[in-house]
């Protein structure tokens, strides 16, 4: 099975940077993906790890660490468009079995 | 343009009727899953399936069977209806290869009357 805990919500101010954390514990790990979702919206993909380390993507990076079970998503420079639920989704082997974390509502004051 | 398709946006059912949400994608995925999305429970997979007619349960299947006849359409089906199915329910589709990201429908908030 798959135990994967996130913080529920997230507060920080317009041109800040916020870190949001994940752990996770799961049989045969193979990755680790990052979803944005906006109320009422269907989830979009942000971010894929599988090996250790920072990968970069504009204002946002996500880190791995395989040995640890944990992860993070650092959004920088932050905008008002950016108030939103980020998913964590640690990918097992096997099936593929795609599950989620409960997600961390952000929510960015001006 | 990818897409994932999902036959109604919103549905009012009663108790004990059988509901059937449709999906259907076009990218030629091989997994598709089902889900339902409750305030403060996150995304919770109900199923997937790895290849046609291929299914296995996810955290919450009790109370739903699924059909996957042809690769590109995976159903969800409500055999009874009941209220605490009420929710939003979405599903995704993605490839076989580990790296690819998941593609989502808009979205199916059922109310179970």
């Known amino acids: 099975g798959q135990n994967i805990d996130q913080p529920t919500e997230m507060t920080a101010t317009e041109g800040a940077i916020v870190q949001i954390n994940c752990t996770y514990q799961t049989s045969g790990f193979n990755g680790l993906f990052w979803y944005q979702q906006h109320a009422g919206e269907a989830p979009t993909f942000l971010s894929y790890n599988v090996l250790d380390g920072l990968e970069e993507k504009g204002r946002f990076s996500s880190f791995l660490s395989r040995s640890k079970g944990y992860s993070y998503l650092l959004l920088k420079e932050l905008q008002m468009k950016d108030s939103a639920s980020y998913l964590c989704?640690?990918?097992?082997?096997?099936?593929?079995?795609?599950?989620f974390g409960t997600g961390t509502r952000l929510l960015v004051s001006p | 343009d990818v897409k994932v398709t999902q036959s109604s946006r919103y549905l009012v059912k009663r108790t004990g009727e059988k509901v059937f949400l449709e999906c259907v994608q076009d990218?030629?995925?091989?997994?598709m899953f089902w889900y339902r999305q409750d305030p403060g429970l996150g995304l919770r997979l109900i199923y997937f399936s790895y290849d046609v007619k291929m299914k296995e349960k996810g955290d919450i299947p009790e109370g739903y069977s699924v059909s996957r006849e042809k690769k590109e359409r995976f159903s969800l089906i409500l055999e009874s209806a009941s209220t605490n199915q009420t929710s939003m329910y979405l599903c995704a589709s993605t490839q076989v290869s580990m790296n690819t990201e998941a593609f989502f429908g808009q979205g199916t908030r059922l109310t179970v009357v």
């Open positions: 989704a640690p990918m097992n082997t096997g099936f593929q079995k795609l599950v």
């Open positions: 990218m030629d995925h091989e997994n």
